[in-house]
């Protein structure tokens, strides 16, 4: 069993929401998989184009700014920089 290191609890989620970045040049669909009030696990086609910083914009909610904690071949471990998304 893996310890858990995380600060919050996270719940399960199918949300659409859009990573953006380069000044709002470039947006990547993605689905956030699980989130909590310090992160998210986002799942994405594919990882290579996305930065280490950027910004998460889930439809009526404010845009949240991330930092990649981790990354997969079509995920990514995200902490928001200033918490929180709901």
Not at 32 to 49: F, Q
Request: net charge positive; hydrophobic share 40%; glycine share 4%.
């Amino acid at each position: 069993m893996r310890l858990e290191k995380r600060l919050s609890p996270r719940r399960n989620t199918i949300i659409e929401a859009t990573i953006v970045f380069d000044g709002g040049r470039t947006r990547i669909r993605c689905i956030i998989r699980n989130l909590s009030e310090t992160g998210a696990k986002l799942e994405v086609a594919s990882v290579t184009r996305i930065p280490r910083t950027f910004d998460l914009v889930v439809e009526k909610v404010r845009p949240q700014a991330c930092i990649v904690i981790w990354r997969s071949v079509k995920e990514l471990g995200v902490q928001f920089r200033d918490p929180v998304i709901r």
